[in-house]
Structure formats: structure tokens, C-alpha cells
């Protein structure tokens, strides 16, 4: 089995932490509650915005973008000629000793 290669100690390593964008900050937000108050905050928050700024660009995509589910409801789907497959959950047998 091959040994791993260390990294000599000498090299430097950066690490580069960038807020997010408001557009990510508000997407999350949104998908964490649907209360206006709290997704400002949230967004404020995470941005590092005063909630005033943050208020105007929640109302602003509320406005333009309708929110709609992520799921499309479930359809059955059935192969021709195939009878649908159901399944049952049994209740566990109790072993009375």
C-alpha cells in the first residue's frame, strides 16, 4: 500500500470566507420560514445589512416571484398491462411466553 505525502509545514494554506450574495441570503431565508418578519431577519443577519435594505429586496422578489412548491403532487403511475403493486405494513406478532 502507497504511504500518503505529507505537506511540508512551510506551506501556507488561506482560507477566503465570503458572505452571500442578498439574492442566496433571501433563497434561504424563504426556504427556512414563511413569515415576511423573520425571513428579514434571517437575511439581515446572514448579509450583515440593516433590515431596512433587506425588507425592500424580500418585497421586491415576493412581488415579482410568486412562491411555488418544490414537489409536484404525486401521480400514480401504472405500465400497461401491469397490475399496481400494494404494499401493506403487518402488525408485529407479540410473543406471549
Request: proline share 9%; no cysteine; net charge positive.
Amino acid at each position: 500500500m502507497p504511504t500518503p505525502k505529507k505537506k511540508p509545514s512551510s506551506v501556507r494554506t488561506s482560507l477566503r470566507i465570503e458572505p452571500p450574495t442578498l439574492e442566496e441570503a433571501i433563497y434561504a431565508a424563504q426556504g427556512l420560514t414563511d413569515n415576511i418578519d423573520d425571513q428579514v431577519e434571517i437575511a439581515a443577519r446572514l448579509m450583515g445589512l440593516s433590515e431596512v435594505d433587506v425588507r425592500a429586496a424580500i418585497l421586491k422578489v415576493a412581488i415579482t416571484k410568486p412562491r411555488i412548491s418544490i414537489r409536484p403532487p404525486a401521480q400514480a403511475r401504472f405500465a400497461a398491462g401491469r397490475q399496481p403493486v400494494v404494499v401493506e405494513r403487518r402488525a408485529s406478532r407479540i410473543l406471549i411466553r
